[in-house]
């Protein structure tokens, strides 16, 4: 056995994984069904194998294989996993969805930072939401708050869905399948956006390619699902007796080089540019608008 791992640790060495034994250990754990720690302590395969029958044992053996040939061949430890960790949960995720990236923890961040009291009883809408993480991470850090994830895809509303069951947040989650916020009735506190944004035909490094196109492409200079998001959202934002909107904060994550392009674009449709947040790489990764008042969009 010791020997057959060994190899599989030289099969991810070789296909370029910059950690090979980490996630060796990890895809043992998964073909197991024991903990990682057990694998790195050395209470398991070891233990759990020597009960098994040879043939049970080699079957394994075998498995493990098979999960390390899909990663040498470039496919996201997630996908094979089934599993992703973002901001403080582990979500699961499949080929229909979006994997969570820590760069988009930043939503969580600048959301905490905009309302300082977790007890507030504030309203979330998640356009794009894939497998539910941006919207159901802030459900759990407001105890109070409600929200609806929209995406268009069917599949990826299930495993958003399965999520929020994990998470103990059917109750305070809803979702719907919707273009964009098309069929989402009412007002909300906090808008997220999360859309695709890599233009058209842009090279990709080989495990991106493994997330459904409509999660990635925006089309031939990727803003177009900006335009398409913005398009209807005022309907959406918080509007008081005067008519004019107000109260309502949106934020939306852009590609890196994007910034001038995504705020021209808000301002065209009436949302005013407040703040940005930067993420590791030293990129603007992530825009803060609110709704302008009427008379300053007529102007």
Request: aromatic share 8%; proline share 4%.
């Amino acid at each position: 056995m010791n020997r057959r791992i060994a190899a599989y640790a030289n099969d991810l060495r070789a296909a370029g994984v910059e950690r090979p034994w980490r996630e060796l250990w990890m895809l043992v754990a998964h073909v197991w069904d024991c903990s990682y720690d057990d694998v790195v302590l050395g209470r398991a395969p070891v233990d759990l194998m020597r009960n098994l029958p040879d043939s049970e044992a080699t079957a394994q053996l075998d498995a493990l294989g098979a999960l390390v040939a899909r990663r040498a061949a470039h496919e996201p430890l997630a996908k094979i996993l089934n599993k992703a960790s973002f901001w403080k949960y582990a979500f699961y995720t499949t080929r229909d969805t979006l994997d969570p990236r820590p760069e988009s923890e930043l939503f969580v961040e600048t959301v905490l930072s905009l309302y300082a009291d977790t007890a507030a009883a504030l309203t979330f809408l998640d356009l794009g939401t894939g497998t539910g993480c941006l919207l159901l991470s802030c459900l759990m850090e407001y105890q109070n708050a409600h929200g609806v994830g929209v995406d268009n895809s069917a599949d990826a509303l299930l495993v958003a869905q399965k999520n929020s069951a994990i998470l103990g947040l059917d109750t305070r989650a809803k979702f719907i399948q919707s273009n964009w916020n098309d069929k989402v009735d009412g007002t909300f506190d906090v808008i997220l956006c999360n859309p695709p944004y890599i233009k058209n035909g842009e090279r990709l490094p080989c495990d991106v390619l493994f997330d459904p196109p409509g999660a990635l492409f925006g089309g031939d200079d990727g803003l177009g699902a900006y335009r398409d998001a913005f398009a209807g959202l005022r309907k959406s934002v918080r509007q008081n007796a005067g008519q004019s909107i107000t109260g309502s904060n949106v934020l939306f994550e852009i590609g890196q080089g994007q910034a001038d392009d995504v705020i021209a674009i808000a301002q065209s449709h009436g949302f005013k540019h407040t703040s940005s947040a930067i993420d590791l790489g030293g990129c603007v990764r992530l825009l803060t608008f609110v709704p302008q008042h009427s008379r300053e969009v007529l102007n």
